[in-house]
């Protein structure tokens, strides 16, 4: 069983759906959760972390952890072709280098 | 001019070739990584590093090296390369921002081919 789950989609939505997006994972001792956004030939980018349990907002992205459920999720309100790309979660025991990586969903968002 | 840049960007080599991938970075991080990328399998760490004299194995680490020149350099190889090393690679970078979390910078990648 690997150690994060991410559904790989695709996931194709009409411009000013929400997207919603989620990763499950297996190891309870992880702290801090990411998501991170790769465009096509480019490398990943952070787009938001959390840490412990909660949620957190920033503009149309909102993140939500859930650890009792092992179970993450990020939300794109008002969605624009130009979210049309992968998401990673990835997430870590500690502030420090080990990233545990999904597989990534590939989202299209339609003009 | 992007902060972690890569080199090549494409490649295409036979088995049992030695290659190497090289990164460089202007962001004046201490900490570097190399990682690949599978379809299906996310991304994994292959090697990494806190400074120049600290190198570490990551996760998959079997059949490459790695080399910390400065600094801002760190290069991966290939020894003899095989079929199944066909991926793409990403460097990384990180150190510890103002909030106390060490966000990672990915370079733009290199599409490595074996045949």
């Known amino acids: 069983q690997k150690e994060v789950e991410q559904d790989p989609g695709p996931l194709s939505v009409p411009e000013g759906a929400i997207v919603s997006l989620n990763c499950t994972y297996s190891?309870?001792?992880?702290?801090?959760f990411m998501w991170y956004r790769q465009y096509s030939r480019k490398g990943p980018e952070l787009l938001m972390y959390t840490y412990s349990s909660g949620n957190k907002e920033d503009g149309r992205f909102t993140a939500q952890v859930d650890k009792s459920s092992k179970y993450i999720s990020l939300f794109i309100r008002d969605s624009q072709p130009s979210d049309s790309a992968t998401y990673l979660c990835a997430m870590s025991f500690s502030n420090d280098y080990k990233l545990s990586f999904g597989a990534g969903t590939t989202v299209t968002v339609r003009a | 001019d992007a902060d972690v840049t890569q080199t090549p960007r494409n490649r295409i080599t036979k088995t049992g070739k030695r290659i190497m991938l090289e990164c460089s970075q202007t962001?004046?991080?201490?900490?570097m990584y190399w990682y690949r990328q599978d379809p299906g399998l996310g991304l994994r760490l292959i090697y990494y590093?806190?400074?120049?004299?600290?190198?570490n194995k990551g996760e998959i680490s079997d059949g490459y090296s790695v080399s910390r020149q400065a600094q801002a350099k760190f290069s991966l190889s290939l020894e003899s390369a095989i079929p199944n090393q066909t991926a793409l690679y990403f460097c990384a970078t990180s150190d510890r921002g103002t909030s106390g979390f060490y966000e990672q910078y990915f370079g733009p990648g290199t599409r490595l081919t074996v045949t």
């Open positions: 962001k004046g991080h201490d900490r």
């Open positions: 190891n309870s001792a992880f702290q801090y």
């Open positions: 590093s806190f400074d120049v004299k600290d190198i």
